[in-house]
């Protein structure tokens, strides 16, 4: 038995749990999985029953809890320091963590509009979702982070910052709402957006989503 367990929302809705499990993912360890089904009565009291904080993703390591997903990620790179978590260079660790904390603290049209399933697709929807300003804008921000990120570190690979790194994760439940709705991308945005929807990890966890009994009106 693993010393580590996530609690997790939904895999098909929860983007949050998609960002801590991807992390958790990455490093190889061993863990336990407990979900909690979302927007149910007794959904708070059960997140409440592992993480003080009331939310999704936590890890919990023997009786220690760590919650949220950028904390999540700076644990899991301490402790697993040759797991990739953060880029080795520090000027791409540095624009990793800055792109990483802006996908954290923003991004609330695409949040609003076109909510994370993972086991749908509604093409109508996105395009609906991007004739409103808010909603282009925050699609041609995370577009434009995208571009630099490559641009500026990405040439060893297909990720942002060419291997997998944090910003890949903090950023995949941006990517499964681009690939559901429909969102046009050019070419090398939609080659990234090829690259997270085909790796293991993604494909596992859709699986699983799509395994769930739960249904929740997102409309
Ligand atoms: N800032 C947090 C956000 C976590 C979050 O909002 N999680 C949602 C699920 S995606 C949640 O726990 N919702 C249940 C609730 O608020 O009762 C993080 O980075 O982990």
Redesign the pocket.
Known sequence: MSDLTIVL?NKR?????L??WLLLKQTGAAFDEIVIP?DQPQ??RD?LSHNPA????VIKVGDAVV????A?AEYLHERFPEAGIWPKDTGARALARCVSAEM?AGFAAVRAHIPMDVCIQDAARGKRALAEPPVAADVDRVVAIWDDCQARYGSGGNFLFGDWCAADAMYAPVVTRFATYAVPLQGPMAAYRDAVMATPAMAEWIAAAQAETWVIDQA
């Open positions: 929302g809705y929860s983007s949050w749990s960002r801590g979302l959904t708070k997140i009331g939310k999704v993703p919650w949220d997903s950028l999540i954290h």
